[in-house]
């Protein structure tokens, strides 16, 4: 083996070793350490029922907010989202609001949303983390749709926590390609979301090698 091949050979084993290495990026982002925060014990099961409460009220709001862009976004008829005064109806209520700011709106809402969702959800799996570290305890769990281990449940919550927000996105982007511009924007919004989700649930689902929340 010549001086040159010994180098390069040298220099593919650190990158591989850089990239199990779970310290550093981008290992330390696609599989991360187990936060090594320490809790009190005592003060576990509130926080959890806290935390519980609040992912709860948060992704009913979501759901909420999803299912008033659908309506809004499907309901809307092709031939009147063209023009300047391209108007839709609210759900429900049936008032007219400017599609352009409709476009402008409800994506930005839809993902802070989903951002706000997210923060608690992992502060709930850290607190989760910390309960297991400490034996055989098992924390007190809310009834709430994510906290049971049955198929179903967890099936449902994937489906909301990360995929909801992507298919909504998706139908306005279908709707925005009656303005190419707006069109194109929400494709690639949808596109961006869709893969950082994805993302997201991979990392997550390395803690126990499932896919759940």
């Known amino acids: 083996m010549t001086e040159r091949e010994a180098k390069q050979r040298n220099r593919s084993v650190g990158i591989w070793a850089r990239l199990e290495d779970r310290h550093r990026w981008p290992r330390s982002w696609w599989y991360p350490l187990p936060s090594d925060r320490k809790y009190d014990p005592s003060t576990l099961?509130?926080?959890?029922?806290?935390?519980s409460a609040t992912v709860r009220r948060v992704m009913l709001?979501?759901?909420?907010?999803?299912?008033?862009?659908?309506?809004?976004?499907?309901?809307?008829?092709?031939?009147?989202?063209?023009?300047?005064?391209?108007?839709?109806?609210?759900?429900?209520?049936?008032?007219?609001?400017?599609?352009?700011?409709?476009?402008?709106?409800?994506?930005?809402?839809?993902v802070i949303l989903s951002i706000y969702l997210h923060i608690f959800v992992g502060y709930l799996r850290e607190l989760e983390a910390a309960w297991r570290g400490y034996g055989n305890m098992i924390a007190p769990r809310v009834a709430a749709l994510f906290n049971f281990d049955t198929v179903v449940p967890r099936l449902l919550t994937a489906f909301i926590f990360y995929w909801l927000t992507p298919l909504v996105l998706a139908a306005i982007s279908w709707k925005a390609m009656a303005i190419p511009a707006f069109g194109v924007a929400m494709a690639s919004l949808t596109q961006l979301v869709a893969f950082a989700m994805l993302f997201l649930h991979m990392r997550r689902s390395q803690d126990n090698r499932r896919w759940v929340r």
């Not at 049936?94 to 599609?99: A, E, L, R």
């Open 45 to 51: 099961p509130e926080l959890h029922k806290e935390c």
């Open 61 to 110: 709001t979501l759901l909420g907010f999803a299912l008033f862009c659908l309506l809004a976004a499907l309901g809307a008829n092709d031939a009147s989202l063209v023009g300047a005064e391209a108007e839709i109806r609210i759900p429900f209520a049936n008032v007219p609001i400017s599609f352009l700011a409709f476009l402008v709106v409800a994506p930005l809402l839809l």
